[in-house]
């Protein structure tokens, strides 16, 4: 078809606006109709996210284990204009199917062995995609702490180890701040809904506004949409294929083995700690992001524990044979 002609259709019915939609809906008609390939494919996970996207609150929903009030309007509006958001913003959720395929294997044991939801893996999804970023607010790591906060919950937060950037160990304070918003609300919506906006916040407005459910607040965007968004991400993990993402294990990221070396003393140089293991620096600091400086001073003395790869070299076709997820096939 004529790319001016398409140009003009897409313009007289007003979806200019939702073009980029519209391309890859006009590619994947054009794949549909090219005759079969006898060769398998060997791209990336196709996304083909459908113009309409599918419902899903046909069926009970809940989080961690309390349900959603499906009967109320405005709550399943809520929800579904996440769930739409996530999957036509293609490219970062099919990157988030990506980092979960490494990052959820080490997420939910320590979400288990702490008796926090398994849900709460969406959490750490929406507060940073599964990556070590910062927010315009200094909140940081994968389960965004604030500097001031970390260490109430034990982690140490310097110029040199900042261990908001250690999944695990911010894993494990995470688990800490939920359960103990658990403690407090004796919900684990509300729990969820104060890691946005903070105990206090949350404890003020369900006082306020004489209500006891998260659903029944009037609350500002970002903690109103909040609990929705981790709701969509649970519903698109749980049939992405419904959703538009083919998801492939061969196409998601493995975890890397590795092995651990104690340090308790000073490290006059990262680089030369790195070489002398036999790993290049850039390797130590993609093991161990919570490393701030290129040396370590250690003048308390404690114990760290190091990653290094458990071998020489890393064949990564090999290990992505290996994958097995819930969400892809």
């Not at 590795?258 to 700690?273: A, L, T």
């Amino acid at each position: 078809m004529n790319t001016q002609l398409i140009k003009n259709v897409l313009a007289a019915t007003g979806l200019l606006s939702i073009g980029a939609a519209a391309a890859v809906f006009l590619v994947s008609s054009a794949d549909r109709k090219a005759p079969a390939q006898t060769e398998e494919k060997t791209a990336l996970a196709s996304v083909i996210p459908y113009m309409h996207a599918p419902q899903w609150y046909s069926h009970d929903l809940n989080l961690a284990g309390e349900p959603v009030p499906l009967t109320d309007f405005e709550v399943v509006e809520r929800v579904d204009r996440e769930v739409v958001s996530n999957v036509f913003r293609a490219g970062p959720t099919l990157m988030i199917f990506k980092r979960a395929a490494r990052w959820f294997p080490v997420i939910e044991p320590i979400l288990k062995e702490n008796n926090v939801p398994d849900d709460f893996k969406y959490l750490c999804i929406i507060e940073s995609e599964l990556a070590n970023v910062v927010s315009p607010a200094g909140a940081s790591g994968f389960w965004q702490f604030m500097k001031g906060t970390a260490p109430a919950y034990g982690l140490e937060v310097s110029e040199e180890v900042d261990e908001r950037y250690h999944v695990e160990r911010s894993t494990q304070a995470a688990c800490k701040y939920l359960n103990e918003a658990y403690r407090k609300f004796g919900s684990w919506t509300l729990a969820a809904a104060s890691y946005n906006m903070g105990m206090g916040g949350v404890n003020s407005k369900l006082s306020e506004q004489q209500q006891q459910s998260y659903y029944d607040l009037y609350l500002n965007s970002e903690t109103h949409r909040y609990v929705a968004r981790i709701l969509a991400f649970k519903i698109i993990f749980s049939d992405p294929e419904k959703f538009g993402f083919n998801v492939r294990n061969a196409d998601l990221y493995p975890q890397v083995a590795v092995r651990e070396i104690e340090v308790n003393g000073p490290v006059p140089s990262w680089v030369d700690f790195a070489k002398s293991n036999g790993v290049s620096y850039k390797i130590l600091k993609e093991l161990n992001p919570w490393l701030r400086k290129p040396y370590l001073t250690n003048s308390k003395r404690r114990t760290y524990k190091i990653k290094l790869p458990a071998e020489s070299s890393f064949d990564y076709h090999n290990e992505v044979k290996n994958i097995r997820m819930p969400y892809a096939h």
